[in-house]
């Protein structure tokens, strides 16, 4: 699967009050729809529409994101294989799985910075240096 276009159609980003005492911080992600489309330069395509949500709870702040993916599946009965799963509301992990990787990396980079921006702590860790234990320094002189 190839995957040729994203775009956001609504970012929303709201700080309801100040973070106190215990934070739980909690992401969903789903696809809302699959659809058919045709584009001049790549033929025919399959758009995933989006909605992946970040919220800090109990009620401190929400972070909510729509939009659309476009990919092109390997073989082209997969177009169909895919549409006619979509009516039962299933998705091939072979589909889902890459598409959902792509849909969380640009989201989840855009919402690092309006966590900043909104000074809110992030939603995923961030790598950290630390001292080793029992690690001893050997100096020669």
Do not use: V
């Not at 006619?84 to 072979?94: F, L, V, Y």
């Amino acid at each position: 699967m190839r995957i040729i276009g994203f775009s956001f159609k609504k970012i929303e980003a709201e700080r309801k009050k100040n973070i106190i005492g215990k934070l739980e911080i909690k992401s969903n992600i789903q696809i809302e729809d699959i659809e058919k489309e045709t584009i001049d330069i790549a033929g025919e395509t399959l758009k995933f529409s989006y909605n992946y949500s970040i919220n800090y709870e109990p009620g401190f702040a929400e972070i909510k994101f729509k939009g659309t993916t476009l990919a092109i599946p390997d073989k082209s009965e997969d177009i169909k294989k895919t549409l006619k799963d979509w009516k039962k509301k299933k998705i091939d992990d072979t589909i889902k799985i890459p598409i959902l990787n792509f849909i969380m990396s640009k989201c989840n980079l855009k919402a690092l910075q309006l966590e900043e921006d909104f000074s809110l702590p992030p939603h995923i860790p961030f790598p950290r240096i630390t001292a080793q234990q029992n690690q001893q320094t050997n100096y020669t002189g």
